[in-house]
């Protein structure tokens, strides 16, 4: 909140870093990191399974998923912008550009 409140100093912001963390081991549906001291975020990515969801035609399909938690700093950064910075995140993975 520091940095909305025009009250962090720049070298507060210096070595700060983004991280993805994978846990590839199956079953694994959720994955939490916490960031270590200097980092600002740390994107956990879960393992991969199928769901089954319903196409537009009243049928059912096989779609691989995974789930994506956001860990931040509440200091860096309000939760309103971590959620559309994990929104964008889903909306490109989801239809790449191509």
């Known amino acids: 909140m520091s940095i909305l409140r025009n009250r962090i100093r720049a070298e507060e912001l210096q070595g700060a870093a983004f991280t993805i963390s994978q846990v590839s081991v199956p079953g694994t549906t959720r994955v939490v990191g916490l960031p270590s001291f200097g980092q600002s975020a740390i994107l956990g990515v879960s393992?991969?399974?199928?769901?089954?969801?319903?196409?537009?035609?009243?049928?059912?399909q096989a779609v691989p998923t995974v789930t994506?938690?956001?860990n931040y700093d509440h200091a860096l950064c309000d939760g309103m912008y971590a959620a559309g910075f994990l929104a964008e995140v889903v909306k490109h993975l989801e239809a790449p550009a191509q």
Do not use: I, Y
């Open 47 to 60: 393992a991969e399974r199928t769901t089954v969801v319903m196409d537009g035609a009243g049928g059912v």
């Open 68 to 70: 994506l938690t956001l």
